[in-house]
């Protein structure tokens, strides 16, 4: 008897041990210039205590109308951002979740700088954007396109409007989005 319960145990150990040892990780990635991408974040973060959360740092000044006028600049001319990154190494079967604001009907330069390095390529990424007030179906769709062309595994966009909307209105429309994406379901952390 007391054989079968420490096999039971171990057997169950065995099992259990590897599953933690090597769960997939999940990585907030986030870029904002004015708060809206900053607090997306960390709503998604509190659903996933566990995950990591990294921000992708504009180099340039990007405050005020010079901010607003470069950024414009940047979409206009597809311009890359100097931007400044902590040193990640995601594993291959990690989860990304990135948020990240639309400029000019385009993914922002900063997050499309960071995905241009080429350090998610082959990763499963979920994307949370936002946009003042709406963004061109056929736009978005372009968007799509050239992130996957990069290499990436997308599984899904959601996007915000969040003209209008408070802080609580726009953690609402995140908690909805992440039940239709499966990841809290799914217990991805
Ligand atoms: C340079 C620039 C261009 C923008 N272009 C658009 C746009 O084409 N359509 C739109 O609906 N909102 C646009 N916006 C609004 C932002 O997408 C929106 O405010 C977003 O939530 C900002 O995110 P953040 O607060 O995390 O920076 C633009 C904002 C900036 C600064």
């Not at 990591?52 to 600049?73: A, T």
């Not at 604001?101 to 080429?118: A, C, D, E, V, Y």
Request: glycine share 8%.
């Amino acid at each position: 008897m007391r054989n079968l319960k420490r096999g039971i145990i171990f057997f169950t150990l065995a099992i259990l041990i590897p599953g933690f040892a090597f769960a997939a990780d999940t990585w907030i990635i986030y870029y904002t210039r004015s708060g809206n991408n900053k607090t997306i974040a960390e709503h998604i973060k509190t659903k996933m205590p566990a995950a990591h959360m990294v921000e992708i740092k504009s180099n340039d000044d990007r405050s005020g109308i010079m901010g607003f006028v470069s950024s414009m600049l940047d979409q206009w001319l597809d311009r890359d951002a100097a931007i400044t990154v902590e040193d990640i190494k995601p594993a291959a079967d990690d989860t990304i979740i990135m948020c990240a604001p639309i400029w000019l009907q385009q993914l922002s330069s900063p997050p499309r700088t960071f995905i241009k390095q080429g350090k998610l390529k082959g990763m499963k990424m979920y994307m949370f954007i936002t946009f003042g007030g709406k963004l061109n179906e056929e736009k978005q769709k372009l968007m799509e396109t050239w992130v996957r062309d990069q290499g990436i595994n997308l599984q899904g966009v959601y996007g915000s409007a969040v003209g209008g909307k408070t802080p609580e209105d726009i953690k609402k429309l995140i908690d909805e989005y992440l039940q239709k994406a499966g990841l809290l379901a799914a217990g991805v952390q």
